[in-house]
Protein backbone atom coordinates (compact mmCIF):
# COMPACT_ATOMS: atom_id res chain seq x y z
CA UNK A 1 0.00 0.00 0.00
CA UNK A 2 2.58 2.43 0.80
CA UNK A 3 5.58 1.31 -1.04
CA UNK A 4 7.60 4.79 -0.70
CA UNK A 5 6.95 7.31 2.25
CA UNK A 6 8.11 10.90 2.48
CA UNK A 7 8.65 11.73 5.72
CA UNK A 8 9.45 15.16 6.82
CA UNK A 9 11.92 15.98 9.25
CA UNK A 10 12.89 19.93 10.75
CA UNK A 11 15.70 18.84 12.66
CA UNK A 12 13.69 19.57 16.22
CA UNK A 13 12.89 17.40 18.91
CA UNK A 14 9.32 17.19 17.37
CA UNK A 15 11.18 14.78 14.66
CA UNK A 16 10.68 11.99 17.46
CA UNK A 17 6.57 11.39 17.15
CA UNK A 18 6.92 10.63 13.43
CA UNK A 19 10.04 9.01 13.20
CA UNK A 20 8.68 6.61 15.95
CA UNK A 21 5.82 5.77 14.65
CA UNK A 22 6.93 5.41 10.85
CA UNK A 23 9.25 3.29 12.02
CA UNK A 24 6.34 0.45 12.60
CA UNK A 25 4.65 1.85 9.81
CA UNK A 26 7.61 1.13 7.44
CA UNK A 27 7.54 -2.35 8.68
CA UNK A 28 4.40 -3.56 8.31
CA UNK A 29 3.79 -2.25 5.00
CA UNK A 30 7.49 -3.38 3.72
CA UNK A 31 8.39 0.37 2.43
CA UNK A 32 10.89 2.20 1.53
CA UNK A 33 11.83 6.03 3.28
CA UNK A 34 12.52 9.46 1.87
CA UNK A 35 13.51 11.05 4.68
CA UNK A 36 13.38 15.39 3.83
CA UNK A 37 14.71 18.35 5.37
CA UNK A 38 14.36 21.78 4.25
CA UNK A 39 16.81 24.36 4.70
CA UNK A 40 14.75 27.26 4.65
CA UNK A 41 17.35 30.07 5.85
CA UNK A 42 18.73 32.99 3.89
CA UNK A 43 21.70 31.27 2.54
CA UNK A 44 19.52 28.26 1.61
CA UNK A 45 16.99 30.44 0.13
CA UNK A 46 19.36 32.28 -1.61
CA UNK A 47 21.80 30.05 -2.96
CA UNK A 48 20.40 26.68 -2.98
CA UNK A 49 22.58 23.30 -3.38
CA UNK A 50 25.42 25.56 -3.15
CA UNK A 51 24.68 27.36 0.14
CA UNK A 52 27.12 26.72 3.25
CA UNK A 53 26.44 27.43 6.42
CA UNK A 54 27.03 26.04 9.64
CA UNK A 55 22.99 25.19 10.26
CA UNK A 56 23.14 23.31 6.00
CA UNK A 57 26.32 21.44 7.69
CA UNK A 58 24.35 20.19 10.88
CA UNK A 59 21.20 19.65 9.29
CA UNK A 60 23.38 17.14 6.82
CA UNK A 61 24.83 15.53 9.73
CA UNK A 62 21.08 14.94 11.13
CA UNK A 63 19.63 13.57 8.14
CA UNK A 64 22.84 11.13 7.87
CA UNK A 65 22.01 10.20 11.56
CA UNK A 66 18.52 9.23 11.19
CA UNK A 67 18.70 7.52 7.82
CA UNK A 68 21.55 5.33 9.67
CA UNK A 69 19.37 4.33 12.71
CA UNK A 70 16.49 3.61 10.10
CA UNK A 71 18.98 1.70 8.22
CA UNK A 72 20.10 -0.58 10.86
CA UNK A 73 16.56 -1.32 12.02
CA UNK A 74 15.99 -2.86 8.31
CA UNK A 75 14.43 -0.34 6.68
CA UNK A 76 15.37 0.60 3.60
CA UNK A 77 15.81 4.49 3.70
CA UNK A 78 17.47 7.68 1.47
CA UNK A 79 18.02 11.23 2.98
CA UNK A 80 17.23 14.18 0.75
CA UNK A 81 18.16 18.12 1.52
CA UNK A 82 16.04 20.35 -0.24
CA UNK A 83 16.33 24.29 -0.40
CA UNK A 84 13.66 26.44 -0.38
CA UNK A 85 10.10 27.13 1.27
CA UNK A 86 9.38 24.06 2.85
CA UNK A 87 5.64 23.53 1.43
CA UNK A 88 6.91 23.98 -1.93
CA UNK A 89 9.93 21.94 -1.60
CA UNK A 90 7.86 19.04 0.00
CA UNK A 91 5.31 19.00 -2.89
CA UNK A 92 7.92 19.10 -5.57
CA UNK A 93 9.30 16.12 -4.14
CA UNK A 94 6.32 14.06 -3.36
CA UNK A 95 5.97 13.90 -7.03
CA UNK A 96 9.33 13.66 -8.20
CA UNK A 97 10.08 10.47 -5.56
CA UNK A 98 6.34 9.28 -6.68
CA UNK A 99 5.47 9.17 -2.68
CA UNK A 100 2.42 6.91 -1.45
CA UNK A 101 2.35 8.94 2.07
CA UNK A 102 3.52 12.03 3.37
CA UNK A 103 4.29 11.94 6.81
CA UNK A 104 5.19 15.38 9.10
CA UNK A 105 5.06 15.99 12.71
CA UNK A 106 3.04 19.34 13.98
CA UNK A 107 3.94 21.76 16.18
CA UNK A 108 0.04 22.38 17.25
CA UNK A 109 0.14 25.98 16.99
CA UNK A 110 -3.16 27.96 17.93
CA UNK A 111 -5.70 28.96 15.72
CA UNK A 112 -4.50 32.85 15.09
CA UNK A 113 -0.98 31.64 14.79
CA UNK A 114 -1.67 29.50 12.12
CA UNK A 115 -4.30 31.52 10.30
CA UNK A 116 -1.77 34.40 10.00
CA UNK A 117 1.15 32.22 9.22
CA UNK A 118 -0.22 29.40 7.32
CA UNK A 119 1.18 26.12 8.06
CA UNK A 120 3.53 23.95 6.11
CA UNK A 121 1.35 20.92 6.82
CA UNK A 122 -2.18 22.73 5.63
CA UNK A 123 -0.13 23.77 2.23
CA UNK A 124 1.09 19.89 1.48
CA UNK A 125 -1.93 18.44 2.67
CA UNK A 126 -3.98 20.70 0.45
CA UNK A 127 -1.73 20.53 -2.98
CA UNK A 128 -0.74 16.60 -2.70
CA UNK A 129 -2.80 13.74 -3.98
CA UNK A 130 -1.35 11.29 -1.47
CA UNK A 131 -2.57 11.00 1.69
CA UNK A 132 -0.79 12.69 4.52
CA UNK A 133 -0.12 11.47 8.00
CA UNK A 134 -0.24 14.71 10.98
CA UNK A 135 1.46 14.04 14.34
CA UNK A 136 0.86 16.41 16.79
CA UNK A 137 4.10 16.58 18.69
CA UNK A 138 4.00 16.52 22.51
Not at 39 to 50: K, L, V
Not at 55 to 80: C, F, R
Request: overall charge negative; some cysteine.
Amino acid sequence: MYETILVTLDATSTDGVIIEHIKKLARVMNSRIVLLHVADGWAARTFGPDAISPEIVEDQAYLAQVKSELESEGIPTIAEMAYGEPAKEIIKWVEEKKCDLVAMSTHGHKFLADLFLGTTADRVRHNVDVPVLLLRAK
